[in-house]
């Protein structure tokens, strides 16, 4: 029985495992993505290679040659701490029909599905580092405007706009609206929203709906002063803020006196005290010019929707040593790489003679990081 088993695990149950990921994990497919067969140890810190960013193409000179771009490629810290599984019970039966008839159990479709929107969860976590910003807090993308004032904020941050580059990822909500807005094959270009509710691309953005879309859910602070903060700065005290509020990381705020272009996000918690005095919020980017005195206001609760390049936000993907994790070597292991993401799944089958239980887990380790924050805007709804 166990080489059957293992024979339909390999090359039957595994396939349709991974392309049942493919299906249910949105952005793990849109990102940067890093595999190496090295096996790492929980918490691990390694090193991936960042994109490099080579500027723009400059004339030939045909008198004396351009001197040649020094690449240093750029190395990103990433902690491998997702470590994470889905292990589920077979009964006999169960792994009966499964050998007979190649039939995946719908338990094991309920678990893949659960571990993508786990992966899912995780990446769109790291739009609350992202300060960029377009579009009306608590108010669901709608109108032509939105989406072309969507790509203006992309563009003046100088995102690239190679075609296929830029991805937009949306809620329920806002794609009940697209579609609402979009949905002549005149206007989109294309009858497949007409025809199928499909998302097509839109001022060279792919937009794509995902019901895992965060929230910002706010503190109780909705403004402030800032009290001494020089240029290039990143942390500040405030006055004013509200007796105890509370400021917490991914609130998005702007400054008045430094230009509308420029948006930032807090990147730790902090509270007010009795009167309203704040120590040390630290926020990303630098301050471009001296901050202090300016009036702060801080951007309401919003949904997180986003648009991005895969420079933005990356994942390292590592085998898990399953001998850690199960000592008894009598298991069916198998591991595959989902082609198009890069995410490495590993299973292992086994049975508890105690109980006379079949047991199955999904296992995958990985880390991720917010590699760019340029490279992304978020699109408030």
Known sequence: MANDFSNVLKHSLLPNLVALLRE????????????SNEVVDKNERISITRPVNLGDAVDI??????????????KVEIVMDQWKEQVIQLSDKEINETMISGHMPKVMESAMIGFANTVDKYILNFVKQVYQF?????????????????????????????RGKRKLIIDT??????????????VTGDNKTLSYGELVNKYNMDILMDQNVQTMTNGTSTGATVGT???????????????????????????????????????????????????????????????????????????????FTDQA??????????????????????????PVSGIPIMTEFW???????????????????????????RFLG
């Open 229 to 307: 903060c020089a240029a290039a700065a990143k942390i500040t005290n405030l006055t004013g803020a509200g007796a105890a509020a509370t400021i917490l990381p991914g609130m998005l705020f702007t400054v008045a006196g430094v230009g509308t272009t420029q948006q930032f996000v807090v990147t730790n918690t902090v509270t007010a005290d009795g009167a309203g005095a704040v120590t040390g919020m630290t926020f990303e980017p630098a301050a471009p010019v001296a901050l202090t005195g300016g009036t702060l206001t801080f951007i309401a609760t919003h949904t997180m929707n986003i648009a």
């Open 351 to 377: 049975r508890d003679p105690g109980t006379m239980q079949n047991k199955f887990a999904i296992r995958a380790a990985y880390g991720g990081v917010c590699m760019n924050p340029k490279a992304a805007v």
């Open 313 to 338: 936000f990356a994942l390292a993907w590592r085998p898990i040593q399953n001998t850690e994790l199960v000592p008894n070597s009598n298991s069916i292991r198998a591991m595959m790489v989902e």
């Open 24 to 35: 249910n994990t949105v952005m793990a497919r849109l990102v940067y993505n890093q595999f």
């Open 173 to 186: 909500a806002a794609e009940d609206k697209f579609n609402q807005l979009f949905y002549q094959s005149y």
């Open 134 to 162: 377009s579009g009306t807090a608590g108010t669901t993308p709608a109108t032509v405007a939105a989406y072309t004032g969507l790509r203006k904020r992309m563009n003046d941050a100088l995102i690239d706009d190679a």
């Open 61 to 74: 000179n045909f008198s004396t040659a351009n001197t040649p771009k020094n690449v240093v490629p750029e």
